[in-house]
C-alpha cells in the first residue's frame, strides 16, 4: 500500500484538547475527502476540498475544521466542540472533478479515541 | 433526501452458497452507484461500479431503477469473501458544486466453510 498515508494510527485525546489528524497523498489527486466510520453508521462525510485553498462542509462538519494549503495534504482538526468524537476517521483521494466521480482511494485511517 | 440503505447488518453464509447484499437508494436524478469492500485489516477498496458492468472476483450487481436497488450478488461465495461491504451512491447536485459519494451503513459477509 501506498500513495494515501494517515497519522498516527491510534490517537487518544483528552476532553477540551483540540487534535490534528494528518493524510497525505502522493497519487497527484485533486480531490481530498474525510469521513468518520463508526458501528452500524457506515461513512459519514466530515469535510471534502475539489482543489487547494478551497474546501466544503459535509453532512457532519459541526467540532471539525481542515485546510488544504497543498494539494498533497488535507489535515483534520478535531475541536473540543465535537461532542462525541471518539470514532474512526477515513480520509481518501481521487482525481474528481466536477463533472464526474471516479474511484475513491482510502487511506488506512485513525483511530481517535477521547479519555 | 439521498440515501443508501443496506438493511442487513451480518450476512453469514456456508461456503459455495449463493451471496446476495442488498442494496437500495433514494435519488431524484440519474443514479451513479459503487460496492466498496474493506477485508480485515485491510483499506476500504472499490470493488465495482455499476457504469462499467464488470464482474471483479466472480460479483456482480445490476441497477434496478424501477426498484431502486443495487444488490450485490455472487453465485458461489469463498471463505476469503469474508468482508465488510458498503454500497455508495454518488451525488450530483443539480447546480453547481461538486460531487460526493453517500454510504451505506454497511453488511458484514461472514463466509463459513
Given at each position: 500500500?501506498?500513495?494515501?498515508?494517515?497519522?498516527?494510527?491510534?490517537?487518544?485525546?483528552?476532553?477540551?484538547?483540540?487534535?490534528?489528524?494528518?493524510c497525505?497523498?502522493?497519487?497527484?489527486?485533486?480531490?481530498?475527502?474525510?469521513?468518520?466510520?463508526?458501528?452500524?453508521?457506515?461513512?459519514?462525510?466530515?469535510?471534502?476540498?475539489?482543489?487547494?485553498?478551497?474546501?466544503?462542509?459535509?453532512?457532519?462538519?459541526?467540532?471539525?475544521?481542515?485546510?488544504?494549503?497543498?494539494?498533497?495534504?488535507?489535515?483534520?482538526?478535531?475541536?473540543?466542540?465535537?461532542?462525541n468524537?471518539?470514532?474512526?476517521?477515513?480520509?481518501?483521494?481521487?482525481?474528481?472533478?466536477?463533472g464526474?466521480?471516479?474511484?475513491?482511494?482510502?487511506?488506512?485511517?485513525?483511530?481517535?479515541?477521547?479519555? | 433526501?439521498?440515501?443508501?440503505?443496506?438493511?442487513?447488518?451480518?450476512?453469514?453464509?456456508?461456503?459455495?452458497?449463493?451471496?446476495?447484499?442488498?442494496?437500495?437508494y433514494?435519488?431524484?436524478?440519474?443514479p451513479?452507484?459503487?460496492?466498496?469492500?474493506?477485508?480485515s485489516?485491510?483499506?476500504?477498496?472499490?470493488?465495482?461500479?455499476?457504469?462499467?458492468?464488470?464482474?471483479?472476483?466472480?460479483?456482480?450487481?445490476?441497477?434496478?431503477?424501477?426498484?431502486?436497488?443495487?444488490?450485490?450478488?455472487?453465485?458461489?461465495?469463498?471463505e476469503?469473501?469474508?468482508?465488510?461491504?458498503?454500497?455508495?451512491?454518488?451525488?450530483?447536485?443539480?447546480?453547481?458544486?461538486?460531487n460526493?459519494?453517500?454510504?451505506?451503513?454497511?453488511?458484514?459477509?461472514?463466509?463459513?466453510?
Amino acid at each position: 500500500d501506498g500513495g494515501i498515508t494517515q497519522s498516527p494510527k491510534y490517537l487518544f485525546r483528552k476532553e477540551g484538547q483540540n487534535v490534528t489528524l494528518s493524510c497525505e497523498q502522493n497519487l497527484n489527486h485533486d480531490a481530498m475527502y474525510w469521513y468518520r466510520q463508526d458501528p452500524g453508521q457506515g461513512l459519514r462525510l466530515i469535510y471534502y476540498s475539489q482543489i487547494v485553498n478551497d474546501f466544503q462542509k459535509g453532512d457532519i462538519a459541526e467540532g471539525y475544521s481542515v485546510s488544504r494549503e497543498k494539494k498533497e495534504s488535507f489535515p483534520l482538526t478535531v475541536t473540543s466542540a465535537q461532542k462525541n468524537p471518539t470514532a474512526f476517521y477515513l480520509c481518501a483521494s481521487t482525481f474528481a472533478t466536477s463533472g464526474d466521480l471516479n474511484e475513491q482511494f482510502f487511506g488506512p485511517g485513525t483511530r481517535l479515541t477521547v479519555l | 433526501a439521498q440515501r443508501v440503505t443496506q438493511p442487513e447488518k451480518l450476512l453469514s453464509v456456508f461456503k459455495g452458497a449463493p451471496v446476495e447484499l442488498k442494496c437500495n437508494y433514494s435519488y431524484s436524478g440519474s443514479p451513479e452507484l459503487f460496492w466498496y469492500v474493506q477485508y480485515s485489516r485491510q483499506r476500504l477498496q472499490l470493488l465495482l461500479r455499476h457504469i462499467s458492468r464488470e464482474s471483479i472476483k466472480g460479483f456482480t450487481a445490476d441497477l434496478n431503477k424501477g426498484e431502486t436497488s443495487f444488490h450485490l450478488k455472487k453465485p458461489f461465495a469463498q471463505e476469503e469473501d469474508s468482508a465488510m461491504y458498503y454500497c455508495a451512491l454518488s451525488s450530483r447536485p443539480f447546480s453547481g458544486g461538486y460531487n460526493k459519494l453517500i454510504f451505506g451503513a454497511g453488511t458484514r459477509l461472514a463466509v463459513h466453510p
